[in-house]
C-alpha cells in the first residue's frame, strides 16, 4: 500500500492562494487506510481551511468536496467530471498519482497535491506503517529471506551488514532493525546461509528506467501474448 | 611483484603499525602537514580519513598526496556514500596516477550520522563490490567492461569488526572481503583482547594481515559519548571504569597508557599481525603510544 502524510496545513494554504473555488478531492483506497486522505481527512481539511480563514480574516476560498473510490483509474475520475465545471483548482489528497491522474483528466484545471506521498509500506500497528518496497525492478527478496535489503537497510547494500551494527539495531536509527540482522537469522533459520555467502554483484540501476511502464501479459504461465 | 612499500611488508613478518589523520574543515592543511612529518618515519604507513562520520571534509585523497609528497606512506580510505561507480573509478584512477597505491575500501557511515544530513547517500557499490571492483580495474577493464588506457595495480584493504555484538554475518561478510581480494585488515576498535583471540581463531586460516584497530580514548565521557553515538564502536565497561578512575585532568594520559598497554600485548602476544591507532583529533599523541609500547613502525 501507498503511505502518505498530510501536508501541513500552511503550505496547503499557500498553495491555494491564489485560487478562489477549490475542490478537494480525497481517495477512497491507500489514502483512506494510511489516514491521509480519506473522506475523513477530506472534511477535517476543508473544516481547518475553513477556520484558519476565518481567523485570518482576509480569505475568499469557497470549498466543495468529493472522495473518489480510487483517484489512480480515469474509470473513476469520470465520477469528477460534473464536479469541476465552476472550480478554480482541485485539492488532491490522493498520492502523487492520484494527483497526475485528475491533472491528466483535467487538463484545463489546477491541481494541487494535498499530501507528502511516502513510501510503500505495510501497517505494522494501529498507525504505524513501515517502508518495505522501493520497486527497484530487481527484486532480491529470494536471496535475503523475504526481507528487503534496499528499503530496510538504510544503505541499501547487498553483500551483508556493515560494521555499523549495534544491538542489532541500524546504526542510522536506533529504532530500526538492521536489516542484515534479520536476513542473516532468517536466512540461518532456513538453512539457507549460503545465499548470504554468495557474491552480489553491483545493482543493474537499468532495472529502474525512468518513467516505468508495465504492460500486463494475458497469462503468464502460458506465455500469452500481451492482452 | 608489490606495488608499495607497505605492501612489501604485509609480505614480511614484521609487526605493522599504521595510523590514520583526519584533514581538515577548510583549506588550512598546516596542521596535517605537521602530523604527517610527524608520524612519517614512525609508521608504516598513514590513512587519510575519507569524510570520517560523514562530517565533510578535505579529501583523502588530497591527504594522501602530501603523504606522498612528504616523503610519507599513504593509505587512501574510499568509501561508497558519496560516489558512484563512475566517480570512485575515476579517484582510483587519479590516486595511481600520483603514486597512492594502498587503498582501504569501506561502505561509508551513513550521512545521518554526519553533518550534512539533508545530503543524497550514494552507496552505488558497498565495501565488497567496490573491492572486486578494483581487482577488475586491475584485469584492464573498468567495471563496465570497456578497455582501461594504461592499468592500475593496488594493494586493497578492508575493515571487520571483531566486537561486534553479533558477530555471525560480520564473519561472513570478512570472508567474501578476503574473496573479493582484500590483502589486509584494520579492524573497528577493540576493547577487550577476548573478542581479538576469537576473531584471530577465525582468521588466522586466510591468508591475509590484521591490523588491530586501536582507539585513543581522552576521558571516560568520551568512552561513553562513543558508545552512544559513534556507529559499531563498543567499549567496554572495564576500560571505562579505568577512565573513570584516572586522576583529575590526566584523562587522556590514562587513554594513552591504555592504548599503548592493548599494542604492547599484541605484539609481545603476537595476537594479530600489527595495530592501526586511531588518536581521532589527537595525531600529536601518537608517537607517545609508540614510545609507551615500545614499537615503532617504518624505522626500526
Ligand atoms: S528488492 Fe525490495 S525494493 Fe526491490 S522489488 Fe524487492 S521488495 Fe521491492
Ligand atoms: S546497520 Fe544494518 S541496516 Fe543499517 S546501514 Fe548497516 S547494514 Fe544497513
Not at chain 1, 469557497?62 to 469528477?80: A, G, H, I, P, V
Not at chain 2, 611488508?9 to 596535517?32: A, C, H, Q, R, Y
Not at chain 2, 586493497?156 to 569488526?161: C, E, K, P, T, Y
Amino acid at each position: 500500500m501507498i503511505i502518505a502524510q498530510p501536508k501541513p496545513l500552511e503550505e496547503t494554504r499557500r498553495m491555494i492562494t491564489p485560487y478562489q473555488r477549490v475542490l478537494i478531492v480525497g481517495c477512497g483506497t491507500c489514502m483512506t487506510v494510511c489516514d491521509a486522505g480519506g473522506e475523513h481527512e477530506v472534511s477535517y481539511l476543508r473544516n481547518a481551511l475553513q477556520v484558519a480563514q476565518a481567523r485570518s480574516g482576509n480569505g475568499t476560498h469557497t470549498f466543495s468536496e468529493y472522495t473518489l473510490k480510487r483517484q489512480c483509474d480515469s474509470e473513476f475520475l469520470n465520477l469528477l467530471a460534473d464536479k469541476v465545471g465552476d472550480v478554480d483548482a482541485i485539492l488532491s489528497l490522493g498520492c502523487g498519482i492520484g494527483v497526475q491522474a485528475i491533472a491528466e483528466h483535467f487538463p484545463d484545471i489546477p491541481v494541487l497535491p494535498g499530501v507528502n506521498t511516502s513510501f510503500m509500506g505495510m501497517a505494522k500497528e494501529w498507525g504505524v506503517w513501515d517502508e518495505r518496497c522501493a520497486a527497484c525492478g530487481d527484486c532480491r527478496l529470494e536471496e535475503t529471506a523475504g526481507i528487503c535489503p534496499i528499503t530496510r537497510c538504510t544503505k541499501g547494500i547487498l553483500n551483508g551488514p556493515c560494521a555499523g551494527t549495534k544491538n542489532g539495531k541500524c546504526e542510522a536509527n536506533k529504532d530500526a532493525d538492521c536489516a542484515w540482522v534479520l536476513i542473516y537469522k532468517r536466512l540461518e533459520r532456513l538453512g539457507q546461509l549460503d545465499k548470504m555467502r554468495r557474491y552480489y554483484p553491483p545493482r543493474n540501476f537499468r532495472t529502474i528506467p525512468r518513467p516505468k511502464r508495465l504492460v500486463s501479459k494475458v497469462n503468464i504461465n502460458t506465455g500469452g501474448d500481451n492482452g | 611483484m608489490v606495488n608499495s612499500l607497505f605492501e612489501e611488508k604485509l609480505g614480511s613478518n614484521e609487526f605493522l603499525v599504521t595510523t590514520e589523520i583526519g584533514p581538515p574543515k577548510g583549506v588550512d592543511i598546516s596542521e596535517m602537514v605537521h602530523h604527517i612529518d610527524l608520524l612519517k618515519e614512525k609508521v608504516d604507513a598513514i590513512n587519510v580519513t575519507d569524510h570520517q562520520s560523514s562530517m565533510m571534509r578535505f579529501p583523502s585523497v588530497g591527504g594522501c598526496f602530501l603523504i606522498k609528497e612528504r616523503g610519507g606512506e599513504p593509505i587512501l580510505q574510499m568509501t561508497c556514500r558519496d560516489r558512484n561507480r563512475l566517480a570512485l573509478q575515476a579517484d582510483l584512477l587519479l590516486a595511481y596516477s600520483r603514486g597512492i597505491t594502498n587503498v582501504l575500501c569501506l561502505t561509508g557511515d551513513c550521512v545521518d550520522v554526519g553533518d550534512h544530513k539533508e545530503a543524497k547517500p550514494v552507496f552505488d557499490l558497498d565495501s565488497v563490490q567496490l573491492l572486486k571492483m578494483i581487482r577488475t580495474m586491475e584485469s584492464g577493464t573498468d567495471v563496465a567492461g570497456n578497455a582501461l588506457k594504461g592499468v592500475p595495480k593496488f594493494c586493497l584493504g578492508a575493515s571487520v569488526h571483531p566486537e561486534a555484538d553479533f558477530i555471525d554475518p560480520q564473519l561472513v561478510k570478512f570472508e567474501k572481503k578476503v574473496t573479493a581480494g582484500a590483502q589486509f585488515f584494520q579492524t573497528q576498535g577493540i576493547f577487550d583482547l577476548v573478542s581479538l583471540r576469537r576473531f584471530m581463531q577465525f582468521a588466522s586460516p586466510f591468508n591475509v594481515k590484521i591490523l588491530a584497530g586501536i582507539i585513543v580514548l581522552a576521558s571516560a565521557r568520551m568512552a561513553r559519548y562513543m558508545n552512544d553515538n559513534v556507529p559499531g564502536i563498543i567499549v567496554s565497561q572495564a576500560i571505562i571504569d579505568e577512565l573513570t578512575n584516572a586522576e583529575k585532568g590526566k584523562g587522556l594520559q590514562k587513554g594513552i597508557e591504555i592504548a599503548a598497554r592493548f599494542v604492547k600485548t599484541i605484539k609481545e602476544e603476537k595476537l594479530c599481525h600489527g595495530v592501526h591507532i586511531m588518536a581521532v583529533g589527537s595525531e600529536r599523541i601518537v608517537p607517545d603510544i609508540l614510545e609507551a609500547a615500545q614499537v615503532s613502525g617504518a624505522h626500526r
